[in-house]
DNA sequence: GCCGGTGATGACACCCGGTGCCATCGACAG
DNA sequence: CTGTCGATGGCACCGGGTGTCATCACCGGC
């Protein structure tokens, strides 16, 4: 892993959640992450905007998954429907690190540095899927408003996936939280 | 505004919020706001955790009214419609502000670093009113999803409150934002 | 009217996250 | 062999945030 080895952000990823699966997020500094991928600290930031960004690399390609899917969603279907239905089908690009992502949600959990920067990530999300329910052209606050049921349903459904047994099959588990919102809520 | 006068919490709060109006929230230090109100930066961190907080004093308040009025609501009315009166009934704590809350809200707009922290807030009262109606035997996971709902209800009807000409009652917007939201969720 | 305790503030040094700027290195084309 | 280009390093710097000790105003007891 050395100065000039290949994939560098790769590496700074494993030594980040590595170190601070190891001693904890705040008593890691970005000077040992880079040393211990093989780099300085200067370099460290040219792959990642800051100390937290590190753990955060996938949500780009997450949130691009899920707009695409509503935006080419059949435009027979209800707002909600398109909505649910792309984050269930999210799982599958979630399955594969179901260990990963629970070591990671303790971690999260374990900073309040790194929920902001999890919750911010969540409200992009939202953002971003209220947008393309604006371009099915629905209406602007209905969209806003089934963005955010969609994504609080399925951020339960997320912890409720990283903290069972392994067996649950994750779009069901987002279906079903959906449910039981709908049932706090009161009918409609 | 010398070093031994009265409310110092108070005159870094508004020197804050001065300061950053004119020159925007990143342009501005911490020993800036101190020097602003007759302190020093060390003293700034007395009173405040961070940068940051100097913009939500108010929170625990706010968070503690509407914990209160979910713990006290009759035991005979359903979950969902304790929270939302609980949060539409925070709108007298709210209404004295609304100007000075129209130019914090776009503040925190203009930077993600105050976006972060608006949002662990918001995650905090949600989960502070969910733990509240656990307390009323409500089942864990319905207590969850009632809470997110309620919050999200709240939160929308606060951006379209902030927005408006000012004619508008709070309480009335946040249980219409709630019947919207049960629009956009489909039938229970 | 002096005296000691207490809480708030200041002074100072320090750490770390983050950035601007320029030097340097390796790979690769010609 | 050489020139170019992208990735990295070196370095100085800024600002947020903290630990520690000194200093100040105030207040109660005597």
Same mark, same amino acid.
């Given at each position: 892993m050395g100065r000039w080895d290949p994939d560098a952000g790769g590496r700074l990823q494993h030594s980040a959640m590595t170190l601070y699966l190891e001693r904890g997020y705040e008593a890691v500094t970005t000077a040992e992450i880079a040393e211990h991928a093989g780099l300085k600290k200067r370099t460290y930031f040219r792959h990642f905007a800051d100390k937290r960004e590190v753990l955060f690399a996938g949500a780009e390609a997450f949130q691009s998954f899920v707009v695409d899917a509503v935006v080419h969603?059949? %435009?027979?279907?209800?707002p909600m429907d398109v909505v649910i239905t792309a984050l269930a089908d999210s799982g599958t690009l979630l399955e594969p690190y179901r260990d990963y992502t629970r070591a990671r949600r303790d971690l999260i959990a374990s900073s309040t540095d790194l929920q902001e920067r999890d919750l911010i990530k969540l409200a992009s999300l939202t953002a971003a899927v209220a947008e393309a329910l604006r371009e099915r052209e629905v209406e602007p606050l209905q969209a806003t408003l089934t963005a955010q049921a969609g994504v609080a349903a399925f951020s339960t459904a997320y912890d409720l996936w990283a903290d069972d047994?392994? %067996?649950?099959d994750f779009g069901r588990l987002v279906h079903q939280t959906l449910d039981n919102l709908r049932r706090a809520i009161g009918a409609a």
């Open positions: 969603a059949g %435009t027979d279907r209800a047994d392994g %067996t649950s």
